[in-house]
T-cell receptor
Framework: DAGITQSPRYKITETGRQVTLMCHQTWSHSYMFWYRQDLGHGLRLIYYSAAADITDKGEVPDGYVVSRSKTENFPLTLESATRSQTSVYFC????????????????FGPGTRLTVL | GEDVEQSLFLSVREGDSSVINCTYTDSSSTYLYWYKQEPGAGLQLLTYIFSNMDMKQDQRLTVLLNKKDKHLSLRIADTQTGDSAIYFCAESGDSGGYQKVTFGTGTKLQVIP
């Protein structure tokens, strides 16, 4: 199916465990993003990627690792999960953003609700 | 860094107009956006406005931009129960060749039948 998908949709894990959240898009968009959504904080950018093998930190990168070996996939790994990482995680993608004359629409996946016990 | 602020909650009666407000700090913003998030789903772009415009109308939606005060608003006319959602304001500006988007905290709109 075309679009952007995330898996799993729900995950419960324990403190200290490694967790990987998957994101896949079928549009061949250059840019991909990971956000976390928390009450009172809105959306905060964790990491983003401009292309395969190019990633950069966002606002709240600590405790997270990303990779992008293929354009269509952008997994997010919590190396040692903590309770403060309990959140809803959204992956998003968009086309190349170099032209400031173009508006920048981001397309969001359905989200992964992660609970760390 | 850039900051985008919104009130957290708004309640309106069905058929009334809703006005959701947003303030931002980045004076170099090029585009401003409104995204809608329905329960259990990701965000979807609702509308956007270029920074050199002060108004944009799209059916029941009216976006007003006061660039001097860095204030953006979204007016929904004849609000319906299907408009119940969280609305995010966002702005984008140049960040070294990359058009960085900053989202606000989101306003939860409750429509009372």
């Amino acid at each position: 199916d075309a679009g952007i998908t995330q898996s799993p949709r729900y995950k419960i894990t324990e403190t200290g465990r490694q967790v990987t959240l998957m994101c896949h898009q079928t549009w061949s968009h250059s840019y991909m993003f990971w956000y976390r959504q928390d009450l009172g904080h809105g959306l905060r950018l964790i990491y983003y990627s401009a292309a395969a093998d190019i990633t950069d930190k966002g606002e709240v990168p600590d405790g997270y690792v990303v990779s992008r070996s293929k354009t269509e996939n952008f997994p997010l790994t919590l190396e040692s999960a903590t309770r403060s990482q309990t959140s809803v995680y959204f992956c998003a993608s968009s086309e190349g953003l170099l032209a400031l004359s173009s508006y920048n629409e981001q397309f969001f996946g359905p989200g992964t609700r992660l609970t760390v016990l | 860094g850039e900051d985008v602020e919104q009130s957290l909650f708004l309640s309106v009666r069905e058929g009334d107009s809703s006005v959701i407000n947003c303030t931002y700090t980045d004076s170099s913003s090029t585009y401003l956006y409104w995204y809608k998030q329905e329960p259990g789903a990701g965000l979807q772009l609702l509308t956007y406005i270029f920074s050199n415009m002060d108004m944009k109308q799209d059916q029941r939606l009216t976006v007003l931009l006061n660039k001097k005060d860095k204030h953006l608003s979204l007016r929904i006319a004849d609000t319906q129960t299907g408009d119940s959602a969280i609305y995010f304001c966002a702005e984008s500006g140049d960040s070294g060749g990359y058009q960085k988007v900053t989202f606000g905290t989101g306003t939860k709109l409750q429509v009372i039948p």
